[in-house]
């Protein structure tokens, strides 16, 4: 596999539980290419400073602890220094840290390069906040994926409830708004829809007619 500025990258930035990841995951496979959930490398992070006890405010440390970080992705497992971590980074607690992880620019930096390894041939779908703005900003198909804010909560709080957690849909939604607020007016890379991003509003739509609708675009842009 080589890097190489024709590899075809398709963004999907978004807020919270907009069904971005499963959508992204749907296009990838479908396209056979590969797939990068930044997410999880911010959630990653916010594991490996708990575990180091470093506090999600210390920029400095966050920074050299992200520059440290060697991330593989398997299918749905993801490796962080060859040690399997899964259910541990996706609780609520962990979505919390990552985007108070993710508020320095200093972290951004230091994550930069890692996430612009997974552009590898035969293409890329990645999912984030930045990955149109920044991270790929040459991609040729860029997606804001959104939902309204009650139909995010309410699909989370379906989530935690099918795998058997603990879920309140009033924090859900209170805890969605706020990070909503946290991504959009953080000063480095804020999650925002680009002048050339196209909106996918999943609020009356379901994954696979947001996929489908994604595909057929990029199948125009070939
Ligand atoms: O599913 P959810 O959006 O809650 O989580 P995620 O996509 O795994 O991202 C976790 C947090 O990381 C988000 O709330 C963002 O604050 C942050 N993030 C970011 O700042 N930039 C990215 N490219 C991806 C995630």
């Known amino acids: ?38 997410g999880a490398i911010y959630r990653l992070l916010a594991y490996a400073a708990q ?17 440290h970080m060697h991330i593989k992705f398997a299918g749905n497992d993801v490796f962080l220094n060859q040690s399997l971590i899964n259910d541990q980074i996706r609780s609520e607690h962990m979505g919390k840290g990552a985007s108070e992880v993710a508020i320095h620019p200093q972290v951004r930096a230091a994550l ?7 552009k590898q041939s035969p293409g890329l779908v990645a999912d984030g906040r930045d990955m149109g703005s920044v991270v790929f900003r040459e991609a040729g198909l860029k997606i804001y994926l959104t939902a309204a804010v009650e139909t995010r909560a ?32 953080r000063p480095t890379a804020p999650l925002t ?20 609708m994604i595909i057929s675009t990029y199948k125009k842009t070939l």
């Open 51 to 67: 575990l180091q006890e470093v506090a999600w405010s210390d920029a400095e440390r966050l920074a050299l602890i992200a520059s």
């Open 112 to 118: 930069l390069h890692c996430q612009q390894q997974f």
């Open 154 to 185: 309410q699909r989370r709080f379906q989530q935690l409830i099918t795998r058997g957690d603990h879920a309140d849909y009033a924090v859900i939604l209170a805890d969605l708004q706020q990070r909503d607020l946290r991504d959009q007016q």
């Open 193 to 212: 829809q680009l002048p050339d991003a196209m909106l996918v509003d999943t609020t009356e739509m379901n994954i696979q007619q947001a996929v489908d």
């Open 1 to 38: 596999m080589t890097i190489s500025p024709n590899i075809p990258v398709i963004a999907i930035d978004g807020p919270s539980a907009s069904g971005k990841g499963s959508v992204a995951q749907r296009v990838a496979a479908a396209l056979d290419f590969h797939y990068l959930d930044s």
